[in-house]
């Protein structure tokens, strides 16, 4: 992993209780868990914007990859 992934990914680690479920399962991340965390790590606004858009691509990968483990059953 390259250093620069390393605190989005420690994030994404940390938020692994947080998602929204419905009858279909997994349909995101509880934003409400995510924005204090990022508070607490970026210090500039781009910096926020940044993680925010980089724990959006985990959680859609994520999300794709759940969503491929239900339709192989």
Do not use: H
């Amino acid at each position: 992993m390259w250093p620069e992934n390393w605190v989005v990914f420690a994030m994404f680690c940390a938020l692994q209780t947080q998602w929204s479920v419905g009858m279909g399962g997994a349909t995101g991340l509880r934003y409400e868990a995510v924005y204090p965390l990022i508070d607490r790590s970026a210090k500039t606004e781009e910096e926020w914007s940044e993680m925010f858009e980089d724990l959006r691509v985990l959680e859609m990968a994520a999300l794709n990859q759940m969503s491929e483990n239900r339709s192989d059953k």
